[in-house]
Structures are given as structure tokens and as C-alpha cells.
């Protein structure tokens, strides 16, 4: 809209000049009226929505072109603009709005839970929510053949409880890892938790290798289900691979605090002892019985430390240096055609830069 189109109105306030919005004034506005609602006297970002308007012979309330707030893209961009062009952009249209600060676009792109504060996400618990939606069939199959093939052999060996440990704080950690190199990047499924779970496989190998008949075999198989995981990942839009990497960190760190050490239990020593085993035999079973105990807590508290401070770190950088990395969204999806990748509707940019 052009100055022509709503030019500044010095007529109407008493308390000096007021710039005239298309199609709205407070001295015409039935409902809620000026004095109703003090809001009007105050800048005109903060003008209510007025449902109702008596006639009026002002200029720039007959506007021959007039715009209504349009929000478009995940990021949610707000612009006054036609409702063609706004269709055609792919945007919401407010029809009974005149300015971008009476609408909450981005709120309305996110849905779920309102913001407690207009403008200021606060949805946290999209970092374990999305853990559990999908983007397509395949997406969804792939995770249901990775939980009956692998999964349910993790949850029999290492117990409901400790595997919902790892698999959980896997996948908040990569989500959050996912934020700070690719903050604009759509990101759903269970990957990172996934990866996590194969993290902890990768740490049981370890301990147990002097135990397995064939371990390179398996840390094999493991490999060949991290590569194919990231080739998913690059294919397919919606997953990132940057959470994937995340899961894995995360996971292993996780898994040390949880992986069951080789230890020698009471039936195991009074076996020895009822066996006539010799003095010498059962201090050296105690001596590494001492040792493998030492060793888990030292694991266990370093473990712990570096997963805290994993978060810790990962979560100031979310907030205090967020943007995006150039470049690293290849990592994620690589355009092998020119529209294989697109930014579905968003400007990857932050949006202190509007």
C-alpha cells in the first residue's frame, strides 16, 4: 500500500498527529470503542481488532486497496498483503485484523499448548513430543521393525525402566542438538532415541568383548545400522541427522551409567568357597570383584558430569547463540534435484533478523 492509499490523518487526535491504519480508527470503532478500551489511545501496535465500525467519511477508511495480515511459513512471517496473494504464498489470512500486532502468527503455526507469554515460545515439551510422530509409512515402519528387531532385545536385557532412561533423554538431547546447528529445520520421529539405544549397544560390546564368541561381528551389524539410519536421514525430509548425532552422544554417555558391569555376585563367591577354592583363588576374586566396582563408579560419575553438562551447554547455546550453520543442512538432506530439499515455506534466517 502506497502513502496515496492511506495517508496520515492530523485531524483526529487532539494529542497530536496519528498515522492512519486502512480500514480502522478508534473514532469509528462501535465495538469495543475508545472508551471501553483504553488500548486505543496507545501506539497502534496495540489497537484491538474492531468487530464492529459505524460509517465514516475518512479517506483511508473507503481504502480502494486494502491488506489484512497474512502469516506464512513455520517461522511465521506476518505481512499485510491481498488474500490471492496470501493463498498463493500458502499463508493464514486474517480477514478481521487490519495490523500484524492484532494477530499471533506464530502461535498459531506452532497449535498445541497457547504460549503463556504472546510471542514467546515456550513449548518445551516438543523436545520429547516429537519423538513420537512420523513423516510418512516408511518413517513409521522403520521404526517398528528397529523396535521389534533391536529394541526388545535391549528392554530384556537391560530392564523397562533403564532402556525408557536412555531412550528418552537420547532423544531430548539430539532434538536439542538438532536446534543449535539447524534451528529452522523441521525434525520429527524417533531417531535420536534410536541412536541412543545403538549407543548403548556399541557400550555393552565393549564390556562384554572378552566374553563374545564373535563381538567384530556384531559391532559390524551396528555400524551397518548407524550408516543406513543416516542415508534415512538424507533421504527422507522431516529427519534430521544432526539429532541422530545427538541421540548417539547422548546415548553413550547414558549408557554408562546404566550398562551392567561383569561382577562376581554372593552365590558366585560362596560357589567357590563351598568348592574348596584356595585362599590365594579368593583374593584375587575380590581384588577384581573391587576393581570392576571401582571402575563402574568411576564411569558412572564421569558419565554423569559430561551428559549434565552436555545439556547444560547445548541449552545456552540454544537460547543465547542460535542461528543458522552454513551449510550444515546438507547434512540433513542433500538437493540432489532443486526442489528435493526445499525450506518448506520458511526464510532460514533468525527472526531477530524481520
Not at 495490523?99 to 502461535?107: E, F, I, K, R, Y
Not at 528418552?168 to 542438538?177: A, D
Not at 536421514?233 to 558391569?261: E, K, T
Request: aromatic share 16%; glycine share 6%; charged share 10%.
Amino acid at each position: 500500500l502506497s502513502a496515496s492509499d492511506c495517508p496520515y490523518n492530523d485531524t483526529e487526535s487532539n494529542d497530536g498527529p496519528v498515522r492512519a491504519v486502512c480500514g480502522t480508527s478508534p473514532y469509528t470503532c462501535i465495538n469495543p470503542n475508545q472508551f471501553q478500551n483504553p488500548a486505543w489511545k496507545s501506539n497502534i501496535s496495540n489497537w484491538p481488532i474492531c468487530s464492529q465500525a459505524a460509517d465514516s467519511l475518512y479517506s483511508h477508511l473507503s481504502c480502494e486497496r486494502t491488506g489484512r495480515p497474512c502469516c506464512v511459513g513455520l517461522q511465521a512471517k506476518c505481512l499485510i498483503t491481498t488474500l490471492e496473494h496470501c493463498t498463493f504464498l500458502g499463508g493464514r489470512y486474517h480477514s478481521d485484523a487490519f495490523l500484524c500486532s492484532q494477530v499471533d502468527c506464530l502461535s498459531a503455526v506452532c497449535g498445541l499448548i497457547p504460549f503463556a507469554v504472546k510471542d514467546h515460545p515456550d513449548q518445551v515439551y516438543r523436545l520429547w513430543l516429537s519423538l513420537f510422530l512420523h513423516a510418512g509409512i516408511v518413517h513409521v515402519i522403520f521404526t517398528l521393525l528397529f523396535m521389534f528387531f533391536v529394541l526388545r532385545i535391549v528392554e530384556k536385557k537391560l530392564g523397562w525402566l533403564r532402556t525408557t532412561f536412555v531412550y528418552i533423554l537420547s532423544g531430548v538431547g539430539g532434538n536439542i542438538v538438532s536446534a543449535v546447528f539447524v534451528p529452522y529445520y523441521p525434525e520429527v520421529g524417533p531417531g535420536p532415541s534410536m541412536f541412543g539405544i545403538v549407543a548403548y549397544i556399541f557400550v555393552f560390546l565393549i564390556m562384554e568383548y572378552p566374553y563374545l564368541q564373535r563381538p567384530k561381528i556384531y559391532l559390524l551389524i551396528v555400524s551397518i545400522i548407524i550408516w543406513l539410519s543416516l542415508i534415512v536421514g538424507v533421504i527422507f525430509p522431516f529427519i534430521g541427522n544432526f539429532a541422530h548425532i545427538g541421540g548417539l552422544i547422548f546415548g553413550f554417555f547414558l549408557s554408562w551409567i546404566v550398562v551392567q558391569y561383569q561382577s562376581l555376585d554372593q552365590s558366585t563367591m560362596q560357589f567357590f568357597k563351598n568348592n574348596a577354592a584356595t585362599m590365594k583363588q579368593l583374593e584375587d576374586l575380590y581384588k577384581k570383584q573391587k576393581k570392576t566396582l571401582m571402575i563402574k563408579y568411576v564411569m558412572m560419575g564421569i558419565s554423569s558430569a559430561a551428559t549434565l553438562s552436555l545439556f547444560i551447554v547445548c541449552l545456552i547455546w540454544l537460547y543465547v547463540g542460535q542461528d543458522n550453520w552454513f551449510g550444515f543442512t546438507y547434512f540433513s538432506c542433500i538437493p540432489f534435484t532443486k526442489t528435493f530439499c526445499l525450506d518448506y515455506g520458511q526464510s532460514i534466517q533468525s527472526r531477530n533478523n524481520y
